[in-house]
């Protein structure tokens, strides 16, 4: 079942992967990157807490886990998570990286129960249009399709936009760490 749910976040691009091999000890990473991170601490007013460095979480020398602090009520970088585990392989840093939006199983799950739930509606009510030719059914059914189309359709974009932004940016960040 987990597998399942892993390749249905991954089509949906709230999973994404990416491995890097460098030439830099793990210690010498750990001491770059450390410079970025702050200790997460789960804080109410995240918001209102501003500080100079880019990630929050903790990086030991063989696993790390990452986010974006909360800049803005705004922006939506905070939205996931980067979980990596570093393992020296011939001589190189090999760094295997999970990117992923914040509680991928629960937010898929809520995603489809919701989807389920007005679609179902929507369908009865078209049905009804269909069985007993009142307009009601009509009106109901479409406007239910599209309130769900807009209304699910933006949040799972914003976690796709979310996630792609920081595979990306963390992907770079440590490109130039080895320099």
């Known amino acids: 079942m987990k597998k399942l749910f892993k390749k249905i976040l991954k089509r949906l691009g709230l999973i994404d992967n990416f491995t890097l091999e460098l030439s830099i000890s793990q210690q ?3 001491d770059k990157l450390s410079k970025n991170v ?3 601490q789960p804080d109410l007013f995240d918001i209102f807490t501003f500080n100079k460095k880019e990630y929050k ?3 030991r020398p ?4 990452l986010k974006r602090p909360k800049s803005s009520l705004i922006t939506f970088d905070h939205l996931a998570e980067a979980i990596g585990k570093m393992k020296i392989d011939d ?3 090999a760094i295997s990286t999970e990117i992923r939006c914040i509680q991928p199983y629960m937010t898929l799950i809520g995603f489809g129960l919701t989807a389920s739930i007005f679609t179902s ?3 009865f009510g078209v049905i009804s249009f269909f069985a007993g030719g009142e307009t009601d059914g009509l009106y109901v059914g479409l406007a239910l399709l599209i309130f769900e189309t807009i209304f699910l359709g933006l949040p799972l974009l914003v976690l796709r936009w979310s ?3 920081l595979s990306w940016d963390l992907e770079q960040d440590l490109r130039k760490l080895r320099e």
């Open 28 to 30: 010498t990473l750990v």
């Open 38 to 40: 702050d200790d997460y």
């Open 57 to 59: 979480g903790f990086i």
């Open 62 to 65: 063989d696993k790390f886990e």
């Open 91 to 93: 001589n190189k840093l």
């Open 121 to 123: 509606i929507a369908i």
């Open 163 to 165: 996630v792609r932004t």
